[in-house]
């Protein structure tokens, strides 16, 4: 899987998304708090991420995509497998951190709001100095 493959798993994730809760995702910083509260329904569910893989790929390939977008992340592919399973698990690189966004889903999942993405996005945004234009 390349940046192109995780680009398109982020499209299929925003249209997935339009039909399961009706809301439009737009790649924005605040779109992350949506996600969240899909997230927080897994949590509640104490679905372990293993059972929920193409979501797990598809909700961290679109916050990903965001972090790409509007910090100047680079997606890094090298395939590790995330909370131990067989989950594809790009890296992306933002400034001088290394992050990995299927394994900050999976913690969202088993964690719940202690580990929600949008204060995970919102300390990369601070390290990295959030840039004021997004890239396409």
């Excluded at 924005?28 to 996600?35: D, E, L, T």
């Excluded at 592919?77 to 698990?89: L, R």
């Excluded at 992306?92 to 993405?117: F, H, T, W, Y």
């Excluded at 990369?124 to 890239?135: F, K, M, N, V």
């Amino acid at each position: 899987m390349d940046s192109l493959d995780i680009q398109a798993q982020a499209d299929e994730f925003v249209a997935y998304h339009q039909d399961v809760a009706d809301v439009a995702l737009d790649y924005s910083a605040a779109s992350i708090a949506h996600v969240d509260a899909l997230l927080a329904t897994l949590h509640q569910q104490r679905t372990d991420p293993a059972d929920a893989g193409d979501l797990v790929v598809g909700v961290a390939s679109y916050v990903g995509e965001v972090i790409r977008r509007t910090l100047g992340g680079v997606w890094i592919d090298n395939g590790d497998a995330a909370a131990g399973g067989s989950i594809f698990n790009p890296g992306m690189r933002v400034g001088s951190a290394s992050i990995r966004p299927v394994d900050q889903v999976c913690k969202c999942i088993r964690n719940g709001a202690e580990d929600s993405l949008s204060a995970w996005y919102a300390a990369l945004a601070q390290g990295a100095g959030e840039r004021a234009e997004p890239s396409a």
